[in-house]
């Protein structure tokens, strides 16, 4: 067997390549990997005000059912608002990297939006009201959970 003097230079390298993996291998597992997006006050905020109008309008329709103050025709107005209203929330949602998880439940708000418009031309009674008080806040604390628990840094799922 062949022995194989040790050089300083090289155990001084070796070392010195030695402590660079440790520095880089503690650092890489140090890091978190963010996978979702920060908390936007905006998104919050815009949505917190929808369901406060979505609120109001279903009061207005359950008072006034049967009459033309309920009709289709003279809320128009408001569905008009609301569809601009999630369209921007929608539109902020996508720009901001990494929320998908958001834009996926803006999108259910807005389906459930055509949805009750839908319910509304066909004629809705004091009996639809309820279900679909549930479905808007359903939706909207869903969005609202999730934003708050970006705000307190909270895994989603947690």
Request: proline content about 3%; charged content about 25%.
């Amino acid at each position: 067997m062949m022995k194989v003097k040790s050089n300083p230079i090289y155990a001084a390298h070796r070392l010195a390549y030695c402590a660079i993996i440790f520095v880089l291998i503690f650092s890489v597992g140090c890091t978190s990997i963010k996978l979702i997006a920060d908390y936007d006050e905006v998104i919050d905020s815009s949505v917190s005000e929808f369901q406060r109008n979505m609120e109001t309008h279903l009061i207005k329709l359950e008072r006034n059912i049967g009459t033309d103050d309920a009709s289709h025709e003279n809320s128009i107005e408001f569905y008009d608002e609301a569809k601009v209203e999630l369209s921007s929330i929608r539109v902020r949602a996508a720009a901001i990297p990494k929320n998908e998880l958001t834009l996926t439940q803006i999108e259910l708000l807005i389906q459930n939006l055509e949805n009750l418009e839908k319910i509304h031309q066909l004629g809705i009674d004091e009996n639809d009201i309820p279900p679909l008080r549930n479905a808007f806040n359903t939706g909207t604390t869903a969005i609202l959970k999730l934003e708050l628990a970006k705000k307190r840094g909270i895994e989603v799922g947690e």
